[in-house]
C-alpha cells in the first residue's frame, strides 16, 4: 500500500497474548507495517502475555521489546515497557530500569488483562515513579464499558499527574467512547488519544476534529490484531478533514509527542 | 451465636495481610463470628500480587492448606488458587493445589487474571482439575465484565462435563439474575452463590423459583462485608424451610462431600 503521507504508528505489540491467543514476532510486524505503508512505529508488549516468573517473565518480555528496538531502530524508534500491577510494589524498579536504563519512552497499560483496575492504588504507585522520568509518556488502553480500564478510571490518572503525558489508547471505540473522549479532552490537556480499533461509522475522525482539533489524535493500528490491511488507517485516509489535519494525525503529533525526527 | 447450620461458600482471606487485619484469618473469623457464621468455605483473595509469578501462587495455595489445617472446625473446606497467566506450570499448580494439599477446588476471579473464563489460557487449568475427582471451581461472573461474562462460564461447564462449577456473586443485578436462570437451564453442573447479590425483587424467592433450591448456595463475600446482609436475605425470604436449610448450608456440604464424609 502506498500513500503520500508520512506515517508513524503509535500502537504494535509484539510477543504472544494468552488472553486473545494472537502473537506478532519481529518479521510479522515488519511485515505488516510494510503492507500498510507504516514508516515506523512505538512498539509495545502485547498484552496479557504468560508471566509463570512474576516480575522476571516481564523483565524477559521487556528485554524482547529493547531488542527489537535496537534491531531496527528505524522502524521502532521509540518503545514502552510492561510493568505488571499484580506485581506490587516489587515490580517498581522495572520502571526505572526500562525508562532510566533501557531508553524506553514509558509504559503501557492494558489493565483488562492486566487485574487491577486502572485507578488502583498500585497503579498511581507505578505511575509517580513513571513521573520521576522527565518526558514519559504513559499509554493505557480503555473501554468504556469495562470495569477496569473505563475511559474515568484513566483520567482519574491523568488529573492526577498532570506533568506526565498521557495516551488514552483505543479512544474512539464506539459512540458511547467517542462521546466521552470529546467530553473528557478537554479538561484533561496532558491526555492525547490513539485512534486504533475505532468505530467504523457515524464519522469519528471528522467529529474529533471538528469538535476538539487534529493536535491530539495520534494514528494507531494495533498490528499484530489483523491479518494484513488495518483499515483503521483507511478511516483517517478516507475522512473528510483538512489533509494538514491527516498528516497530523497519521504521523505528525506522534513524532512531537515521543520526538521522533523526521 | 454461631448457626451450626450455616456452611458460608464464599470466605476469601488475604493471606499477605497484616495479621489481624480485616481480611488476616483471624480478621474473617471474627466477621464470622459477628455475623452467626459457623462454617466456610475458604479461599485465597484472588487479587493476591504474583511478583513471584508461580512461586507467588504457590505460596497462596500452602496458606490455605495451613489455615484449614488450623482451623478444620470452621474451614472444612479450602479452595484454592491457579493463574491462567502462568501457562503450563500454572496448570501443574492446580493440581499440586488438587492433589498434594487436597483443596477441594480452585477459585478464579478472570477479571483479575486477566483472562476469559474460556479462554485458551483457561483450558490447560481446568484439563488438570479435571483428573482429580469431586473438584470444584468456583468462578466469578459479572453481568457486564468481559471477562467473566456469565456465558463463559456456560461455555466451559459445556466443555467439562465432569467439572462442577460454583458461579460466585450469581445474581447481582437482573441482568445478571436473567443470565443465571439461562446458565442453569443449560448446564446441570454449576451452581449459584448469593455473594453480592441484589437484595431487591425477592432474588431468593426468584432463584427458587428458576433455578431450584438445590443448586442454590449461600456466601457471604467475607471480608469485603461487615455484616452479611446476604445471610439475613436468606433468613426472611418466603420460601420452604427446607429449602432455606438447603441454602444455607445442606447444599453446599453435598456439593463438596462433607455429608459423605460424615457418615
Known amino acids: 500500500m502506498t500513500n503520500h503521507y508520512d506515517i508513524v504508528d503509535v500502537h504494535v505489540h509484539l510477543g504472544a497474548s494468552a488472553a486473545l491467543s494472537v502473537a506478532g514476532g519481529v518479521d510479522d510486524l515488519l511485515r505488516k507495517l510494510d503492507v500498510n505503508g507504516i514508516g515506523c512505529a512505538v512498539l509495545s508488549p502485547i498484552p496479557g502475555q504468560e508471566d509463570p ?16 528496538r535496537d534491531a531496527h531502530p528505524d522502524r521502532f524508534p521509540r518503545i514502552l515497557a510492561a510493568v ?4 506490587g510494589a516489587p515490580a517498581l524498579p522495572e520502571v526505572d530500569r526500562t525508562v532510566g536504563d533501557l531508553g524506553f519512552s514509558g509504559l503501557s497499560f492494558h489493565n483488562d488483562f492486566q487485574g487491577f483496575p486502572a485507578d488502583h492504588p498500585t497503579m498511581f504507585t507505578i505511575i509517580e515513579r513513571l513521573a520521576a522520568h522527565p518526558s514519559a509518556i504513559a ?3 480503555s473501554a468504556i464499558h469495562s470495569w477496569l480500564e473505563a475511559p474515568f478510571q484513566v483520567g482519574k490518572l491523568a488529573a492526577a499527574f498532570p506533568e506526565l503525558r498521557f495516551v488514552n489508547a483505543h479512544a474512539l471505540m464506539d459512540p458511547t467512547q467517542t462521546s466521552y473522549t470529546l467530553w473528557q479532552a478537554p479538561q484533561l490537556p496532558n491526555m492525547y488519544f490513539d485512534t486504533c480499533v475505532s468505530q467504523k461509522y457515524g464519522f469519528p475522525i471528522e467529529r474529533v476534529v471538528a469538535e476538539l482539533g487534529d493536535d491530539r489524535f495520534m494514528f494507531g493500528s494495533d498490528i499484530p490484531y489483523m491479518r494484513d490491511r488495518c483499515l483503521d488507517l483507511d478511516l483517517i485516509l478516507h475522512a473528510d478533514v483538512p489533509d494538514e ?14 520526538d521522533i525526527p523526521e | 451465636m454461631p448457626d451450626p447450620t450455616v456452611l458460608d461458600v464464599h470466605v476469601h482471606v488475604a493471606f499477605d495481610a497484616p495479621t489481624g487485619s480485616a481480611d488476616s484469618v483471624e480478621g474473617v473469623l471474627r466477621t464470622m463470628d459477628a455475623n452467626g457464621i459457623d462454617t466456610a468455605v475458604l479461599s485465597p483473595s484472588p487479587s493476591y500480587e504474583t511478583p513471584l509469578g508461580v512461586r507467588s501462587t504457590a505460596a ?10 488450623a482451623w478444620p ?18 496448570a501443574d499448580e492446580a493440581h499440586r493445589a488438587l492433589t498434594e494439599l487436597g483443596l477441594s477446588g480452585l477459585v478464579f476471579d478472570n477479571d483479575v487474571c486477566g483472562q476469559p473464563i474460556d479462554g485458551d489460557a483457561m483450558r490447560p487449568l481446568l484439563d488438570a482439575a479435571a483428573t482429580v475427582p469431586g473438584a470444584v471451581m468456583a468462578v466469578f461472573t459479572m453481568a457486564y465484565s468481559v471477562l467473566r461474562s456469565p456465558f463463559r462460564l456456560g461455555v466451559v461447564a459445556r466443555r467439562n462435563p465432569s467439572l462442577r462449577f460454583v458461579s460466585f456473586n450469581a445474581f447481582m443485578d437482573i441482568t445478571h439474575e436473567a443470565a443465571s436462570v439461562d446458565l442453569a437451564e443449560r448446564q446441570p453442573n454449576i451452581w449459584f452463590d448469593l455473594a453480592c447479590a441484589k437484595t431487591q425483587l425477592s432474588t431468593v424467592e426468584r432463584a427458587v423459583q428458576q433455578i431450584g433450591a438445590d443448586r442454590i448456595l449461600f456466601g457471604s463475600a467475607i471480608p469485603d462485608v461487615a455484616r452479611s446482609h446476604h445471610l439475613e436475605m436468606v433468613r ?14 445442606g447444599n453446599a456440604r453435598r456439593l463438596f462431600g462433607l455429608e459423605e464424609a460424615a457418615r
Open chain 1, 245 to 258: 489535519s491527516k498528516r497530523r494525525i497519521l504521523g505528525g503529533n506522534a513524532r512531537r509527542l515521543f
Open chain 1, 139 to 141: 499509554q493505557l488502553h
Open chain 2, 236 to 249: 426472611v425470604a418466603d420460601i420452604d424451610d427446607d429449602d432455606r436449610a438447603l441454602i444455607l448450608g
Open chain 1, 53 to 68: 516468573d512474576g516480575i522476571e517473565s516481564t523483565r524477559a518480555v521487556n528485554d524482547a521489546i529493547a531488542a527489537a
Open chain 2, 73 to 90: 472446625d470452621r474451614f472444612p473446606v479450602g479452595l484454592g488458587v491457579a493463574e491462567p497467566r502462568h501457562g503450563r506450570r500454572g
Open chain 1, 84 to 87: 505488571e500491577p499484580r506485581h
Open chain 2, 60 to 69: 497462596q495455595n500452602d496458606a490455605a492448606r495451613r489455615a484449614v489445617d
